[in-house]
């Protein structure tokens, strides 16, 4: 039984997702995100935290997520809710993380 998958292992899933025409997966072909990085830092210019705190998140994934939003008609409370719930959205909007 060690062979057989599971029913919440991962790469299954995902693989399930992407036969069944993920389109997210499709988005994430093509858009190449990473264009949009110097203009988001640019554009958030974030302090040096040189007096500490939490480290901020990802400008390109939170761009990924506003985006998503609009897409979808989503508030924030809802957009918090699909990312935690939905593998999808996970896998395409937050990984790989950001080094």
């Known amino acids: ?5 599971g029913f919440f292992d991962v790469n299954e899933r995902h693989a399930a997702l992407s ?3 993920d389109p997210l997966e499709r988005l994430a072909t093509v858009v190449d995100f990473e264009i949009f990085r110097p203009v988001l830092d640019t554009a958030l210019a974030r302090s040096d935290r040189s007096r500490g705190g939490r480290p ?5 994934m939170m761009f990924r997520i506003l985006l998503l939003q609009a897409l979808y008609s989503l508030s924030d409370e809802q957009a918090e809710f699909q990312l935690r719930d939905r593998l999808s959205w996970h896998c395409h909007v937050c990984w790989p993380w950001p080094e």
């Open 1 to 5: 039984m060690a062979d057989q998958p």
């Open 56 to 60: 901020p998140y990802d400008a390109v």
């Open 19 to 21: 036969a069944a025409g």
